[in-house]
């Protein structure tokens, strides 16, 4: 390996940067009235206090509840890659509306939340993203406020959880398995590797020799190796029947990542479907609001 250059070690560091710290939430740009949906604001805390902005969409005459969450960068409502300067990031505008629209018009009950240091939600652990590692207890306090509601304590629970909110369940059922014993089904759209992620970020810079630099500056700043976030650790110990989709040519990981994390699911009881057509990762994450099809039938079957 040749010695690091100076502008090197500063791509790495602003890399890390951009890994590890969430500085500046995107905005939420819509509310579900704008789709025709009646919604309530409502707040709850997460397993450690922190305070999670969300909104509950009912459904009429309907005792099932789905209960979303989003990847790191986003929000309940989705990504703006529609503006500067989030296109910069991505150019594809991703809306989580058409997917609760979807759910609520086939009859399901909605609660949508915007995890730590994201949204309107509440900053905590310094603004580090920890894709899971610290995010689980936002999941947990999901679970637990609707435990806790006279109304909603009663309803069939489903999770909708992309990406890093997809590795956040995955953390939470194995650490407390105890709150979802009653969870009927998983739908995670793109589980993520941040070891793969970054690994191909780093070979797209010509800095493919430095994953252990980049691990050394995310600890600086707070954060964790990327090694550690991963779902691979902790899908055998997911038991619920598990729905996972990813775009098979996303070119910002690869797929036997995603192949792993499904192969180690700890349920017979899992599909997976490969999107093809694009190589845009975000294109996933509007995979379902175009095509909720499958996703319903998913649920459907496992919340009669």
């Known amino acids: 390996m040749t010695q690091i250059t100076e502008a090197q070690l500063e791509a790495i560091k602003g890399l890390a940067q951009g890994l590890t710290r969430v500085d500046h ?123 806790g509601h006279h109304q909603l304590k009663n309803m069939t629970v489903g999770l909708f959880n992309p990406c890093a909110g997809g590795d956040a369940a995955m953390v939470a059922m194995t650490k407390h398995p105890e709150y979802f014993e009653g969870i009927k089904a998983f739908v995670c759209p793109q589980p993520a590797s941040m070891h793969i992620m970054s690994q191909v970020t780093l070979n797209g810079m010509g800095l493919g020799d430095y994953l252990d630099l980049l691990d050394e500056e995310q600890v600086k700043l707070g954060g964790f190796k990327s090694s550690e976030m991963s779902p691979h650790h902790y899908a055998p110990n997911v038991k619920i029947p598990t729905f996972i989709i990813q775009v098979k040519d996303d070119v910002w990981t690869i797929p036997d990542d995603v192949q792993t994390t499904y192969d180690l699911i700890g349920t017979q009881d899992k599909k997976l479907f490969w999107i093809e057509g694009t190589t845009k990762r975000f294109d996933g994450y509007n995979y379902f609001g175009e095509n909720p099809e499958m996703m319903i039938e998913w649920f459907d079957r496992y919340m009669k």
């Open 25 to 147: 939430p995107t905005p939420v740009l819509e509310v579900p009235s704008d789709y025709d949906m009646k919604f309530e604001n409502v707040s709850f805390t997460s397993m450690d206090g922190i305070s999670l902005s969300a909104w509950y969409i009912p459904a009429e005459n309907s005792n099932k509840l789905i209960i979303c969450n989003h990847p790191m960068t986003f929000n309940r409502s989705g990504f703006p890659g529609h503006l500067e300067p989030w296109s910069a990031f991505s150019d594809v505008r991703v809306n989580f509306h058409k997917v609760y629209k979807a759910l609520h018009d086939a009859g399901y009950n909605i609660l949508t939340y915007d995890l730590r240091n994201h949204g309107k939600s509440d900053s905590a652990d310094n603004n580090v993203c920890g894709v899971g590692l610290l995010e689980y207890q936002d999941v947990i306090g999901a679970i637990q406020y609707v435990q």
